[in-house]
């Protein structure tokens, strides 16, 4: 990914007035930042409970919501998981145009076969393409690199 900020970093990200409730698990953290819902996930699938949270998260954000952000580490949810998300918004909701770092190659085809069933919100990123997914995002670069910075914050530790 980019560059994670260092430890006393990852707790300044988390503090910026503008991060609404962060949660860390140990298989993924969630906040929103801004109008940013945010989600960082390790290499482990994510946990049912945090899975529910994050699922929250959506169904409260989906009306003031402008852009989501994913830093992947490992496969993500499964296809049940995936559905859960699905129902929390009403039939037809235009997913917010979504990033997705991501080194593997497993991740950016789950982000195919979604965008199949999504009006082609989300596109996956190699780390460290900050300039590509800022324009996606309708984001500048600087907004982007701080969003990213909470997104690392929030990434749990491997196992």
């Known amino acids: 990914m980019t560059a994670s900020p260092g430890p006393g970093d990852s707790v300044a990200a988390l503090r910026a007035p503008d991060v609404q409730g962060a949660f860390k698990g140990r298989t993924m953290g969630t906040a929103i930042v801004g109008t940013v819902l945010v989600v960082a996930h390790n290499s482990l699938p994510p946990a049912q409970d945090e899975w529910v949270h994050y699922c929250a998260l959506i169904a409260a954000f989906q009306d003031t919501g402008t ?82 910075d909470v997104a690392h914050a929030l990434l749990p530790p491997e196992p």
């Open 67 to 148: 852009a989501q952000l994913v830093l992947a580490e490992g496969s993500g949810p499964n296809a049940s998981q995936r559905q859960q998300a699905l129902n929390k918004v009403p039939k037809g909701f235009a997913i917010p145009p979504t990033a997705v770092f991501t080194r593997s190659a497993l991740v950016r085809g789950i982000v195919t076969l979604f965008n199949w069933f999504t009006p082609r919100s989300m596109r996956a990123f190699p780390p460290g393409d900050v300039a590509a997914a800022a324009v996606h995002l309708k984001m500048t670069e600087a907004q982007l690199q701080h969003v990213l």
